[in-house]
């Protein structure tokens, strides 16, 4: 008879991600992959992920309402979707993650249908911090995605979809 190997207990996904959150950085795990000019960069999973499991953190500078609606009135409009609004402590804050700093979940992609994964805030030695966690079975190779909340985004508009769609058939006709 074979001696087995006692499993590694799993770490709790919201203890690991405060544990990410404290190193600030991204755990190993995924890709970044250009997908389109529209759409730009994403975020792939490179291993398998339970559902439940945390993913990747939102880091940017947290940021109050006044000064996030300064920035709105200076941003570019593309710099804008990287402002996220949440509630920690009573208070309306924001992250800011204009700035290209190296982190993963910024460039983690909105899907308002079929999203895989959900942000909570995560409070960590009383600062918050925005968390992705799998909402079902992530596999290898699939972009990580999450609902941004917003109902008024461009991309998701349906005369913006058949536009796209109406583009794509004319390149094939060239």
């Known amino acids: 008879m074979a001696a087995t190997r006692p499993q590694r207990a799993k770490r709790n996904p919201k203890h690991n991600a405060i544990y990410y959150c404290s190193l600030g950085e991204d755990k190993e795990g995924f890709d970044i992959k250009y997908i389109n000019s529209f759409k730009g960069r994403g975020v792939f999973s490179c291993r398998r ?5 945390f993913l990747i953190e939102y880091r940017g500078e947290v940021i109050s309402r006044k000064e996030q609606e300064n920035r709105l009135k200076v941003y570019h409009d593309a710099l804008k979707v990287f402002m996220f609004d949440f509630r920690f402590n009573g208070q309306q804050l924001c992250v800011d993650a204009a700035r290209e700093d190296g982190s993963l979940g910024r460039l983690v992609n909105d899907d ?13 030695d009383g600062r918050p911090h925005l968390c992705l966690f799998a909402l079902k079975d992530i596999g290898p190779g699939e972009e990580i995605t999450y609902n941004y909340g917003d109902s008024d985004r461009p991309w998701r508009s349906k005369v913006f979809i058949f536009s ?9 006709k060239l």
């Open 49 to 53: 992920f339970q559902k439940g499991d």
């Open 112 to 124: 308002a249908v079929n999203p895989n994964s959900k942000m909570k805030v995560t409070g960590v």
């Open 164 to 172: 796209s769609i109406e583009n794509v058939r004319n390149c094939h």
